[in-house]
């Protein structure tokens, strides 16, 4: 069986989850252990299905059309003049591309959006748009292995933040929870004490 990781590493990482997962490690995780079909990553393109299939042993297909069509890179661009700062589009960024603070202008890092478009439909006012980077070069031919290697990367990189946040969160939960029990506790002890605190 062709593992996981060795799928992964032919994918282009835009976690865009055009294919229909999550993101690139969910699709690889699907293809090798559900046979899942192998064209569905639109920014692999044709290319990135013939890597699969000659990793899988497979036939190429042709790309699923259903999932989206190979084309050029494309970057994000925020209109700064309707920015409202509202942070949703930082929040849906998987490669953290994408910097700002709340009721303030938010703007892209060039270097490091993978075009995933996960950004445009999160945005209330619509001052997102979509710049091609890359002109008539598409998929692979837009996309090094070095960039798929960053993103890879980042999106780790900010999940582990987002897991660390969550069980911080939890964990203050827990505490305030405790705090409250210990407090309930210790008023239950005293009104106890002055119920059977002897008669003057």
Same mark, same amino acid.
């Given at each position: ?27 690889? =995780? #699907?293809?090798?252990?559900? !046979?899942? /079909?192998?064209? %569905?990553?639109? *920014?692999?393109? +044709? ?10 042993? =497979? #036939?190429?297909?042709?790309? !699923?059309? /259903?999932?989206? %069509?190979?084309? *050029?890179?494309? +970057? ?125």
């Amino acid at each position: 069986m062709i593992s996981v990781s060795s799928i992964l590493a032919v994918l282009p990482q835009t976690q865009c989850q055009r294919c229909g997962f999550q993101d690139c490690a969910a699709y690889a =995780q #699907a293809i090798a252990q559900e !046979n899942a /079909a192998i064209n %569905q990553c639109p *920014p692999g393109g +044709l290319e990135g299905v013939s890597k699969l299939a000659l990793l899988m042993d =497979q #036939a190429p297909l042709p790309l !699923n059309q /259903a999932h989206g %069509q190979e084309g *050029p890179r494309h +970057l994000a661009y925020i209109d700064e003049d309707w920015c409202i700062g509202c942070t949703l589009c930082i929040q849906a960024c998987p490669v953290d591309a994408i910097v700002g603070t709340h009721k303030r202008m938010h703007t892209v890092i060039e270097q490091v959006c993978t075009g995933c478009e996960l950004c445009l439909p999160v945005c209330p006012v619509d001052c997102i748009e979509l710049e091609n980077v890359t002109g008539n070069q598409t998929a692979w031919a837009a996309w090094t292995s070095q960039q798929a290697s960053q993103a890879a990367t980042r999106y780790a990189a900010r999940q582990a933040r987002l897991r660390l946040n969550r069980n911080e969160s939890q964990g203050n939960e827990a505490l305030k929870k405790s705090n409250r029990v210990e407090q309930a506790l210790a008023r239950a002890k005293a009104k106890a004490a002055g119920n059977h605190s002897p008669s003057a």
